[in-house]
T-cell receptor, first 118, second 111 residues
Framework: GAVVSQHPSRVICKSGTSVKIECRSL??????MFWYRQFPKQSLMLMAT?????????EQGVEKDKFLINHASLTLSTLTVTSAHPEDSSFYIC??????????????FGDGTRLSIL | QKEVEQNSGPLSVPEGAIASLNCTYS??????FFWYRQYSGKSPELIMF????GDKEDGRFTAQLNKASQYVSLLIRDSQPSDSATYLC???????????FGSGTRLSIRP
């Protein structure tokens, strides 16, 4: 159980392109989804937290107009990197959690999307 | 002070030995604690979670929690080369809104 599907797994595109990444919880309803970015050999960096039906909460230093997050249903969240540039190249990982706030509820991660901007 | 602290390693352990990974946290109100394993180039995968003081065992893995000392650990018995990875400790804060991750400990099991 607790499977999170993330697509695409890899994207290579030209600078200036907008890229959409999908994150789906396949066998549970995700009240909260999280988007992370990880550069090589560095820690996970939380970008934003999104609750179904409400605006995402962005971490300090993350541009909300650059990284658009939509969490329209309990099983789907999307991250759109708008007008991507080479410095946006990174490993983007989504994570989902059911029934927020309950003791012991872990986050389950998708397989990640490796984004390369030429 | 980081909210969840781990030694970055690398921690080198011979095959078959016990690997001991440690973590401290600063939010005394934290209720739930998690260990994730992340292989290079892959996303994290959940190994265990614990929320009661004491030990919790699952196969070769044992998580230990000491809330008084704000200390969490993960023991891996009979270490295998496939256990070589970065291990992330995480705590759910008192607000229970999100999980705070440590920066990870890189574990290397030498044959």
């Amino acid at each position: 159980g607790a499977v999170v599907s993330q697509h695409p797994s890899r994207v290579i595109c030209k600078s200036g392109t907008s890229v959409k990444i999908e994150c789906r919880s396949l066998d549970f309803q995700a009240t909260t989804m999280f988007w992370y970015r990880q550069f090589p050999k560095q820690s996970l960096m939380l970008m934003a937290t999104s609750n179904e039906g409400s605006k995402a909460t962005y971490e300090q230093g993350v541009e909300k107009d650059k990284f658009l997050i939509n969490h329209a249903s309990l099983t789907l969240s999307t991250l759109t990197v708008t007008s991507a540039h080479p410095e946006d190249s990174s490993f983007y990982i989504c994570s989902a959690r059911a029934m927020a706030g309950q003791v012991g509820q872990p986050q389950h991660f998708g397989d990640g999307t490796r984004l390369s901007i030429l | 002070q980081k909210e969840v602290e781990q030694n970055s390693g690398p921690l080198s352990v011979p095959e078959g030995a016990i690997a001991s990974l440690n973590c401290t946290y600063s939010d005394r109100g934290s209720q739930s604690f998690f260990w994730y394993r992340q292989y290079s180039g892959k996303s994290p995968e959940l190994i265990m979670f614990i929320y009661s003081n004491g030990d919790k065992e699952d196969g070769r893995f044992t998580a230990q929690l000491n809330k008084a000392s704000q200390y969490v650990s993960l023991l891996i018995r009979d270490s295998q080369p496939s256990d070589s990875a970065t291990y992330l400790c995480a705590a759910m804060g008192s607000s229970a809104s999100k999980i705070i991750f440590g920066s990870g400990t890189r574990l290397s099991i030498r044959p």
